[in-house]
């Protein structure tokens, strides 16, 4: 998954599911993005940015739906831009939050098992 997450996270090319072994670098730079998923609070994010009606939020428009404070919510969301999930915009005084879908669909990707895959794409 070329330019998604940081050269820390970037995702590996062979799915843990795909029959071979993972290496042992890959597997980690995975479970380092899994993990930043992985959390009831970055879920949510996720959701709540995907469905703002821009498709993009504020630290601001977030801190009030998760009642959360101001500082948590920006440690949340950059986990998440670190990871490569979400793409951070900054316009004035204020940085946007958006998703990068590839990112999104490589995780799903290297989830689905490679049958199940290519019955998916078959329909």
Not at 21 to 41: C, F, N, S, T
Not at 68 to 75: A, G, Y
């Amino acid at each position: 998954m070329e330019g998604v997450g940081t050269t820390k996270t970037a995702m590996p090319a062979i799915s843990p599911l795909a029959g071979e072994p993972i290496k042992r670098a890959d597997a980690e730079r995975l479970a380092g993005v899994l993990k930043a998923v992985a959390d009831p609070a970055r879920l949510r994010l996720l959701s709540l940015i995907q469905s703002a009606p821009e498709g993009e939020a504020s630290v601001s428009d977030l801190t009030a739906p998760l009642k959360l404070s101001q500082p948590t919510v920006s440690h949340h969301l950059r986990t998440l831009t670190e990871a490569g999930l979400l793409k951070r915009e900054k316009r004035g005084v204020w940085a946007y939050y958006r998703l990068v879908p590839s990112a999104i669909t490589t995780i799903a990707d290297l989830l689905t098992p490679p049958r199940k895959r290519a019955t998916k794409r078959a329909r």
